[in-house]
């Protein structure tokens, strides 16, 4: 038996075989053909639909649809899968960028698209990997799923109390955060009602008074009427 021979050059897209002749000693001759192959050295090429590679999907439920593409120009055809789901706490509220992944669980085998449920507070993004009958080998990451099941919270500050004196201008200062996706808007609306008595405001019976405000804290609320 004679060692494998290595035959390298070979142009993707076409097909080969080998034609061997052997001679002996007696010049008797035989020949023989090889099998055929057809060459693939391009790797499979995929593309997350949802979540798109490089965005930050902000979910306020526990289930996502993970969609991708894939084909292989080669030609030898996508034989193997897997997607691997990983998850981290966002590096800054609102943001996945930076975040340190891990994985979280098997990576299960399968076409497109696969239904998510479950999910966890914080990141979660998803890697393919697939592979063709001739060996070549893609992987790919997915954009970013940030998940919030969770209000923001915030207190004011001031005025604090159920009641309170002031002029004819206001100091309003809360505090707030959101550390997981992060608080997008705000809206501060002024709120006018007449006393029911000296010293002493209604529980109801308030209307709004003026548009609303998008600033953050502190807000002075000038213009209150005696």
């Known amino acids: 038996e004679t060692p494998p021979v290595t035959s390298g050059g ?4 076409y097909c080969y ?9 007696a010049g008797n001759v035989a020949t023989a053909l090889s099998g055929r192959t057809l060459v693939d050295s391009t790797a499979p090429a995929v593309d997350f639909v949802s979540p798109a590679e490089g965005s930050t999907v902000y979910r306020q439920g526990r289930s996502i649809s993970v969609d991708w593409t894939e084909h292989d120009p080669g030609g030898s055809g996508i034989v193997d899968r897997t997607l691997r789901h990983q998850v981290a706490v966002p590096s800054a509220p609102g943001d996945c960028s930076a975040a340190s992944w891990a994985d979280d669980g098997s990576a299960p085998v399968g076409p497109d698209p696969v239904d998510v449920s479950g999910l966890t507070e914080g990141c979660h993004r998803w890697i393919l990997t697939a592979a063709d009958a001739a060996g070549n080998i893609t992987r790919a990451v997915s954009g ?24 004819n201008t206001a100091l309003i200062e809360w505090t707030e955060h959101d550390d997981a996706s992060g608080i997008a808007t705000r809206s ?39």
């Open 144 to 167: 970013s799923v940030l998940v919030d099941v969770t209000a923001p919270r915030m207190a004011f500050v001031r005025p604090a109390d159920a009641f309170g004196w002031t002029g």
């Open 17 to 25: 075989r080998w034609r061997l002749r052997l001679t002996d000693s």
């Open 188 to 226: 501060l609306q002024r709120q006018q009602s007449s006393p029911t008595g000296p010293g002493h405001c209604p529980d109801a019976a308030w209307a709004n008074d003026g548009a609303a405000s998008s600033e953050g804290s502190d807000v002075t609320s000038g213009g209150l009427v005696h």
């Open 10 to 13: 070979l142009a993707s897209g």
